[in-house]
């Protein structure tokens, strides 16, 4: 098995919980934060769908740079725009994870904005950081945010205490 491809199982089956997560973001609280630094529920859950999407800049370019590509965060209007995106997002993440050899995997990415670099890092090691864990990371914000507003959490790894009281 290739690099690329355990890392597709995982990023399918980490997609799958994610989904689950987004489906409860209520309309009427999208502009909800819980501190004044905080991101809105909207800016979020929109960055959680939007992460999949950076799987294809890592495999298909050396360097993303958030200045040259003029990156415009999505910020769904609505629960609905909010799954849809992440749908489309994974599965046209999904459908590029084919046929990367585990050398390719190895190669330098970068991140930047401009002049600055954020990192440089391995392919393998960017998709995991920029994306995986990014993704989980901020999955466990939004399960703070869900909580707050009562929304019963579904299970993530297990049962939640809102399925399994």
């Known amino acids: 098995m290739s690099i690329l491809d355990a890392l597709r199982q995982e990023f399918v089956y980490e997609a799958g919980v994610t989904a689950k997560l987004l489906e409860r973001a209520p309309d009427e609280k999208l502009g909800w934060r819980p501190h004044k630094k ?7 859950s929109g960055h959680i769908a939007e992460l999949p999407l950076f799987i294809l800049s890592i495999l298909n370019k ?8 003029g990156y415009t965060p999505f910020e769904p209007a609505t629960r609905a725009e909010l799954v849809a995106q992440h749908a489309k997002n994974v599965s046209a993440a999904e459908a590029g994870m084919q046929g990367i050899s585990d050398e390719h ?32 990371h901020h999955r466990g ?3 703070v945010y ?13 049962p939640s205490a809102d399925e399994n009281p």
Request: cysteine-free; glycine content about 6%.
């Open 38 to 44: 905080s991101m809105t529920l909207q800016r979020l």
């Open 62 to 69: 050396d360097e993303l740079d958030f200045v040259k590509e």
């Open 105 to 136: 995997m190895m190669q330098p990415w970068r991140l930047r904005g401009g002049d600055q670099v954020y990192f440089e890092l391995p392919r393998v090691a960017a998709l995991r950081s920029m994306v995986l864990n990014h993704i989980v």
């Open 141 to 143: 914000q939004l399960t």
């Open 146 to 158: 869900l909580r707050l507003l009562d929304v019963p959490l579904p299970g993530v790894y297990g």
